[in-house]
């Protein structure tokens, strides 16, 4: 199985600035699957980004990046151009071929105007 | 296309009852799980179903309990409620885990 552990509880970010929200994990797991998601006060879980951890690449979406580190085993997450719909709950999550996916304990994340 | 359901989306039970939680996928998606979040222990994983089969299970106890139908509909019972059953019950689908999961808005769970 995976653990995921999120060291910041809260964060916060001035508008259109950018932000990095920190993640490590561990894995037995040869082949696993890294995220992010979004959780905004309407508690809909949304998948913001994904990785594949073969892949040495960072994933983007859009305003959403990744610095993924596979030795040290971290996964970080940056927001460029923080908009106040950014607001939100955000969990880093792993997964692994034995379908089983384990969360983060989160990161509270406060976009100000 | 329609995304994860669940139903009920509250409810409030006696302690010492049982409930039975609802969640239907994404068409065309064979994966479900289910998930427990409380502010403090954040998400936990429940357990999840594929093609009927429970494939993973969470540390939990046995009174947690699911089942998943032919047409990937998946349901989830806790019997012998505690007041620490009290949460937000979320379920999600999924084609392969590698392609994340897509949730569902939940159930909120009081237990008084």
């Known amino acids: 199985a995976q653990t995921v552990t999120q060291s910041q509880p809260e964060m916060s970010v001035q508008e259109a600035e950018t932000v990095t929200l920190s993640c490590t994990y561990d894995?037995?797991?040869?082949?696993?699957?890294l995220f992010w998601y979004k959780q905004p006060p309407s508690r809909q879980m949304i998948l913001v980004i994904r990785?594949?951890?073969?892949?040495?690449q960072n994933a983007t979406e859009n305003r959403f990046s990744v610095n993924f580190q596979k030795a040290a085993k971290s996964f970080s997450l940056k927001i460029s151009d923080s908009q106040l719909g950014d607001t939100a709950m955000y969990f880093c999550?792993?997964?692994?071929?034995?379908?089983?996916?384990?969360f983060g304990a989160g990161t509270r994340l406060t976009v100000k105007p | 296309k329609a995304g994860v359901t669940q139903t009920p989306r509250y409810l409030i039970k006696t302690r010492g009852q049982q409930v039975t939680l609802s969640c239907s996928p994404i068409?065309?998606?064979?994966?479900v799980s289910w998930y427990q979040q409380t502010p403090g222990q954040g998400l936990q994983f429940l357990f999840e179903?594929?093609?009927?089969?429970?494939?993973n299970k969470g540390n939990f106890p046995g009174r947690f309990s699911g089942r998943q139908f032919s047409n990937s509909r998946s349901e989830m019972n806790v019997s012998t409620l505690e007041l620490g059953d009290s949460a937000l019950y979320l379920c999600?689908?999924?084609?392969?885990?590698?392609?994340?999961?897509?949730f569902g808005s939940g159930t909120r769970l009081t237990v008084v």
């Open positions: 894995t037995s797991e040869n082949n696993y699957y």
């Open positions: 999550a792993s997964a692994g071929d034995n379908n089983d996916m384990r």
């Open positions: 999600a689908s999924s084609t392969a885990v590698g392609n994340g999961y897509t």
């Open positions: 990785q594949e951890a073969y892949k040495q």
């Open positions: 068409s065309g998606h064979r994966s």
């Open positions: 179903y594929f093609s009927e089969t429970q494939r």
